[in-house]
């Protein structure tokens, strides 16, 4: 079969020529892929930034954001039957009897770093035409959400911030006063930094959970992103003729902010804005540069007087994989305009090179693998 694939040794990227995958345990699940991704995780890869090849491969395929149907199941699988949509998940836990979150199915918070990736560390990924794994790690997607499954799993950052954020934010009264006709979180703004993929989907999901959202990017009014946020009710404020100062100036209260762009610099500058018991998500993942200077005063006291929480999340578990196909199904009722508008183009499995190593264009762009 034919993969994407990174051999770091030789340093080269391309086409490779594999061996198709078996099934080799009665709960194993095999997929014919329909589609990869591309992020930018790929393209560091790409650039062997990082991505670890398996034990003994010299090479390492590619592509962790993906949509398979099945083809062939194991005599023990009970989830799933050929014909199926799925969206397999990307993170495989740690071999550690002590890592607690491992043995507890949620290697999204693995203790010890020694979980494994697939198409990122230690494990193949989904750039290839067919795939197997166990059906634990799959989720089933409904029929109608075809043109838009490949978008699940980067979805999935925002819808386990977000569940982290009703978690943290129980230990206070910030629940809305209940109006039938509004979202969970109307009585609440939010800020999304950067208009990425990450970025926009995570602005879907606020305006979706009923935040007051504003998105803060670099580009320039008008621009596609700032035309599909505006079409789904959120509001683009480039930084190009907008401060951070006249942001925050004109949001009132700072209640929520969900960083996507990785610059730490807009980040903690960000922050000096937060409000009164506020929530800060960092997504993002800077590469790292010299030190900045930061007024660490004025965050501290910020924190302790305004009771402020900031956190971190990385990779997801089976509950964000879950919610993140639930909206989607709801975002494409809502939005489909805007879905549509998300996957800027696919392209042929030949077209790898120009996505992966050429100049970043459009929002997600998807590579057809079969
Ligand atoms: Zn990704
Ligand atoms: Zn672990």
Redesign the pocket.
């Known amino acids: 079969m034919r993969a994407i694939a990174v051999t770091p040794a030789s340093k080269t990227v391309g086409i490779i020529d594999h061996a198709e995958p078996e099934i080799t345990s009665p709960t194993q699940v095999k997929l014919r892929m329909i589609e990869a991704g591309v992020c930018g995780t790929d393209r560091e890869i790409c650039a062997f930034e990082y991505g670890t090849p398996p034990r003994g491969s010299q090479h390492l395929i590619i592509g962790h954001e993906s949509l398979g149907e099945v083809v062939e199941v194991g005599t023990q699988v009970t989830r799933f039957t050929t014909g199926d949509l799925v969206v397999p998940m990307v993170r495989r ?2 071999p ?1 009897e002590h ?1 607690m ?2 043995r507890a199915g949620r ?1 999204d918070f ?3 770093g ?2 494994t990736e697939r198409g990122i560390k230690e494990q193949h990924g989904f750039m290839a035409q067919l795939i197997v794994d166990d059906e634990q790690f799959m989720n089933l997607v409904p029929g109608e959400l075809r043109d838009f499954a490949v978008l699940v799993e980067p979805l999935t950052i925002a819808e386990k911030g977000l569940a982290q954020v009703w978690e943290i934010q129980q230990r206070l009264p910030w629940s809305c006063p209940i109006v039938p006709s509004n979202a969970q979180a109307h009585c609440h703004n939010a800020v999304v930094l950067g208009a990425g993929p990450v970025g926009l989907l995570g602005a879907m999901a606020l305006v979706h959970a009923g935040f007051d959202t504003w998105v803060y990017a670099r580009e320039p009014l008008p621009n596609p992103k700032s035309a599909l946020l505006e079409s789904i009710g959120a509001k683009y404020l480039s930084a190009e003729d907008t401060t951070l100062e006249d942001l925050a100036g004109s949001i009132g209260n700072v209640d929520l902010v969900y960083e996507a762009t990785g610059a730490s610099r807009l980040a903690f500058d960000m922050m000096k804005h937060l409000g009164t018991n506020g929530i800060f998500i960092f997504t993002g993942v800077p590469g790292r540069k010299a030190p900045v200077e930061i007024d660490t005063d004025l965050i501290m006291r910020n924190l302790v007087l305004k009771n402020q929480v900031v956190f971190g999340t990385v990779n997801a578990g089976r509950e964000a994989f879950e919610a993140s196909i639930r909206d989607l199904g709801e975002f494409s009722k809502s939005w489909p305009e805007a879905m549509r508008s998300m996957i800027t183009g696919r392209f042929p499995i030949e077209a790898h090179r120009e996505l992966l190593l050429g100049k970043s264009t459009g929002i997600k762009n998807v590579i057809k693998l079969n």
């Open positions: 836990p740690c550690h890592c979150a491992c290697q693995c203790f010890t020694d979980f």
